[in-house]
């Protein structure tokens, strides 16, 4: 019985594995309508987080399962005082498969120890989100076709997050890939992904604070919010909060097969004008995120 | 400085200087009826300084421990005031139990029943991380 707590958990063959899969998936859904009959999922979400909820509970719900769970622990028994560990176990006795969200690092692994069914980490605190990672990855590779040999441009805040490192990490481990890194100054990618992941991986990378300087190399552009409480200076945040503001005009000197990527809730970093562009994928992210959802699902729960 | 000849005990040698006492910690020395000597910044001919614990009582030592506080560390056993064994231990795959994630948004801070858990990520560094939420120790 294996979980997904971290997408460093599955080697790139999995990933390619669980991709193909997917891609199977939309072709022929009508092949997988009935696979997880008589299976349940538990959505146990400790935070609200409705997007990821939804795609976890349709994509089993397309999988002819059913769904049962909480959308925030005052509805848990976790208002009660119970712990992970405690409600882990309980809820392997109601469901076959687990997908949890929790404001704590490390709570769907300490889920994982103690349960008897897989558990899928659907966001732990700044920590991991794998799936978004996969999701990420079905859409840069059914929008290029590959996931090897591209340039990927990371824009915004990329020190708090997550979504861009476990993205660093995952693409790293693909031939060819190399990446600019565009952030201001105080947002750069922190220590430990500077090692861990580029040092460690021998990845080729660059650093800028220029979205307009890098915009012609591109491949993929993965956008990510600023955030004000970012900065330590209010005025860097007022010099500098429009540069990471993706306008139409500053996709003068893209490639017209750039694919624009954002993990979402999008809030004013991508004018609402890109969103007519051809080259805007994050919506489509959004579908592709149910998509390698199923065929997680149905991973962890081996089903042919 | 005098410290009194061990008969039977253990010495522990060359923990790095400043380390001493954390150790004696985590060993939980204090609750040791014995006597137990903690030697800080002594000479050493290879770092220039280093300390050492020495303990009138052979006990069972936790080697993982020793090992992640330095694996060139030196347990030196002692019998009847002659050395019968030196051990060096080596740097342990995990450790469990001792270390405390300091990660306030771990889930290891608000549930107080899950064991501490760490694990070696880069041996070369001697980096360990919290199973749970990365954070190095």
Excluded: W
């Excluded at chain 1, 599955?10 to 991709?19: G, P, T």
């Excluded at chain 1, 560990?85 to 949890?100: E, G, H, L, P, Q």
């Amino acid at each position: 019985m294996r979980s997904l707590l971290d997408i460093a958990d599955l080697s790139v063959e999995e990933i390619d594995a669980l991709i193909a899969k997917a891609q199977d998936i939309i072709a022929n859904p009508e092949k997988y309508a009935e696979k997880c009959r008589r299976r349940k999922l538990a959505t146990l979400f400790y935070e609200p987080s409705t997007r990821t909820r939804l795609s976890f509970e349709s994509a089993m719900l397309e999988l002819g399962g059913q769904v049962i769970g909480f959308s925030e622990a005052q509805s848990s028994s976790a208002a009660k005082g119970e712990s992970v560990a405690d409600t882990a176990r309980v809820i392997s006795c109601f469901a076959d498969i687990i997908a949890m969200r929790h404001p704590m690092e490390g709570a769907p692994r300490v889920a994982a120890m103690n349960a008897s069914i897989p558990v899928i980490n659907a966001g732990d605190g700044g920590h991991n989100h794998p799936t978004q990672t996969l999701t990420d990855l079905l859409t840069i590779k059914r929008e290029k076709g590959r996931l090897d040999h591209m340039t990927v441009g990371c824009c915004g805040d990329l020190k708090f997050g997550r979504t861009v490192h476990s993205l660093l990490g995952a693409m790293s481990r693909y031939e060819g890939v190399d990446f600019i890194l565009i952030s201001p100054e105080e947002l750069r990618v922190p220590e430990h992904v500077r090692t861990d992941i580029l040092k460690a991986g021998n990845v080729t990378y660059r650093e800028t604070e220029s979205l307009q300087e890098a915009m012609p190399e591109l491949d993929v552009l993965y956008m990510t919010r600023v955030q004000r409480e970012r900065f330590i200076s209010e005025a860097d945040y007022v010099r500098l909060k429009d540069t990471y503001i993706l306008t139409p005009d500053k996709l003068d000197t893209a490639k017209p097969d750039l694919a624009i990527l954002h993990p979402l809730p999008r809030v004013n970093e991508i004018s609402v004008a890109i969103d007519r562009d051809p080259r805007a994928c994050y919506f489509k992210q959004v579908l592709n995120g149910k998509f390698i959802r199923m065929a997680l699902i149905l991973m962890l729960l081996e089903v042919e | 400085m005098l410290i009194g000849t061990i008969v039977d005990g253990i010495v522990i040698d060359h923990i790095p200087a400043g380390r001493g006492m954390e150790l004696y910690r985590y060993l939980e020395l204090d609750k040791l009826q014995c006597e137990v000597a903690l030697i800080k910044n002594a000479p050493s001919g290879k770092r220039g300084k280093k300390d050492i614990l020495k303990i009138n009582e052979v006990i069972d030592l936790n080697f993982d421990l020793l090992g992640y506080i330095d694996p060139h560390i030196t347990v030196n056993i002692i019998r009847n005031g002659e050395r019968v064994e030196k051990r060096h231990p080596s740097l342990p795959q995990e450790i469990r139990g001792v270390i405390k994630c300091r990660n306030p948004r771990c889930i290891t801070s608000v549930e107080q029943e899950i064991e501490h858990i760490f694990r070696l990520t880069d041996p070369e560094n001697r980096v360990y991380r919290c199973v749970y939420c990365d954070t190095r120790a």
